[in-house]
């Protein structure tokens, strides 16, 4: 607390009259939103864990341009302690009490359905996945069963040919038992994997997870830390792919058990943007080997995946046109031609080629998912989502691997 540090939070800011200031929203909710006044930014801006509480003081009447007592800076940190906005001890057991109770659930509840795209209504939501499904024709090929595939995890309104043209591809084919699905992160976990040891809740029933499966990962890695627990919660990448591996069994597959085994991805770490090459991921995926050499049944690995994020809505300067979106076409298909030439290394690199300038979100999912399943990757579909005031363009693709495990 001698150098208090606000949390990652989301900052939105409020200009309403006399009103101003900004409010802290915390997207775990382990917190409530809180508006902090314009008055006091002085003071809270400068809590970032680098300043003690006297040289906040110091530097923030140097702002105010008049002394401040030392009690009012000292109240304000503590009151921010006190509303769970600092790093600390006093955040630290709220996170392990949100994380023991949403883990001792049971189950993780679906938390998008009635979302764009995702009728919360049963009847609805089988006849919206089945035009999915419908909309486009399955490509002839082998009926050999699946070792991974890429789908898209956009809301499934933007997203539906995406979806569609990836789930097609497990129609006419022998279903895997257990599905273990790799999806991305958005609130920015710490660890590279997350294991979730609950079941599965959708408008169409549970899905049960494979408990023992997560555990042998986790044995080898450690515990999950709280937070990253916590992120599964809300995290859509994940729930769409259960909810539509859920209803092709139900519905295609005449109701085959089926097992998953879900983990959220963060970053994969390593000196030349191929983690591949680092001793620790190829224990990483020597660890989720063994645990699928372990298990009964057959195995197919699933990434839960969109790829850039372009416009002024993710923070560019200039609108998407036609010719951006040309551009993004070509580059983003040279980075896939790796995945077709079982290269999921490659792929990573140059996707994190200089800083990752098209914000691809899910270059760990798709890697982790590309080098368990092995083998060559067989683009299905790829699509590009543009706003209507072309303010933001998100881009997916499905891509299907057949070969053998690497």
């Known amino acids: 607390m001698n150098q208090p540090a606000i949390r990652a939070l989301d900052v939105q800011r409020i200009a309403d009259g006399e009103q101003r200031g900004v409010v802290l929203s915390d997207r775990l909710g382990i917190s409530e939103p809180t508006f902090i006044p314009e008055g006091l930014l002085p003071i809270v801006g400068r809590c970032t864990g680098e300043r003690t509480v006297a040289q906040i003081q110091k530097e923030a009447e140097q702002q105010y341009g008049e002394e401040l007592p030392a009690e009012l800076v000292g109240q304000v940190v503590a009151d921010l302690d006190a509303r769970l906005l600092l790093i600390g001890p006093r955040f630290d057991e709220a996170a392990e009490h949100a994380a023991r109770a949403f883990t001792t659930s049971g189950v993780r509840p679906a938390s998008h359905a009635g979302s764009a795209g995702y009728p919360a209504e049963p009847t609805m939501l089988r006849a919206a996945l089945d035009r999915m499904l419908d909309a486009g024709a399955a490509k002839p090929g082998t009926n050999a069963p699946l070792r991974g595939l890429v789908a898209p995890h956009i809301d499934l309104a933007r997203g539906a040919a995406g979806y569609g043209a990836a789930y097609r591809a497990l129609l006419g084919r022998e279903p895997a038992d257990l ?175 200089c800083g990752n300038p098209d914000r691809v979100c899910s270059g760990p999912a798709i890697t982790l998912c590309a080098a368990l399943a092995g083998g060559s990757g067989e683009l299905l579909h790829y699509g590009q989502a543009r706003a209507a005031d072309d303010s933001q363009v998100v881009s997916f693709c499905a891509m299907a691997f057949a070969g053998e495990g690497a």
């Open 179 to 353: 599905y273990v699905i790799f999806g991305t992160g958005h609130a920015g976990p710490t660890a590279p994997v997350t294991g979730l040891p609950l079941d599965w809740q959708t408008p169409l029933g549970v899905v049960r997870t494979d408990r023992e499966f997560v555990a042998a990962v986790h044995r080898e890695l450690g515990e999950p830390a709280a937070l990253d627990l916590l992120i599964h919660r809300d995290e859509h990448s994940l729930e769409f792919q259960v909810l539509w591996l859920q209803h092709l069994h139900q519905r295609h597959f005449g109701d085959r058990p089926f097992r998953v085994a879900c983990f959220l991805c963060g970053a994969l770490p390593s000196a030349d943007g191929d983690p591949l090459r680092e001793p620790w991921l190829q224990e990483l995926l020597a660890t989720f080997r063994d645990a699928a050499a372990a298990t009964r049944g057959r195995v197919c690995f699933v990434a839960g995946a969109d790829l850039a994020h372009l416009g002024p809505f993710f923070g560019d300067p200039d609108a998407i046109d036609d010719d951006r979106l040309a551009r993004l076409d070509t580059d983003e298909r040279a980075r896939l031609v790796h995945l077709e030439r079982a290269e999921p290394g490659p792929f990573h690199a140059a996707v994190d080629d």
